[in-house]
């Protein structure tokens, strides 16, 4: 299992602009590119940035509910790389035990930097998908950033 950080999100410019997280080795020497959905991607940046929000938003509830009831987030794992679908465990401790749960990536993630547990790939679904690290374009960043501000639900029911 390689341990991964998250060091940012993207857009995709050949793909209608969709969210890109990507994933870097400590190393910083191989990325993993996941693609998201837009209220997914905020999420993360949300977390990733310290964003406060005025009421919990949907991984903070998650959080909220898994610590209430004397659970842990220890760790995620991207587990598979299935037809272009990523997929993913979140991994639980309570009570000296150790409950796995399936999830999106995006979701896993999302708690995960909430829950400040470690992100792991196994490394043939890293071998699979990873890339050599390349910077991400400052401007495609900020353009997502303003993007995610002036998203509201009805962007989505076009």
Known sequence: MIEMKVIGIALDSKNNNVPIVILSDKENKRV???WVG???AQAILFALENVPVPRPLTHDLMSNII??????VTHIVINALKNNTYFARINISKD???LE??????????????EKATIFVPDPVLNMASMPKQPIDEDELKKFKEKLKNL?????YE
């Open 32 to 34: 993993l590119p996941i």
């Open 67 to 72: 610590n209430i009831l004397g659970g842990k």
């Open 152 to 156: 509201t639900s009805e962007d989505f």
């Open 96 to 98: 000296d035990k150790s």
């Open 101 to 114: 749960i399936d999830s999106r990536p995006s979701d896993a993630i999302a708690l995960a930097l909430r």
């Open 38 to 40: 837009f209220f997914e």
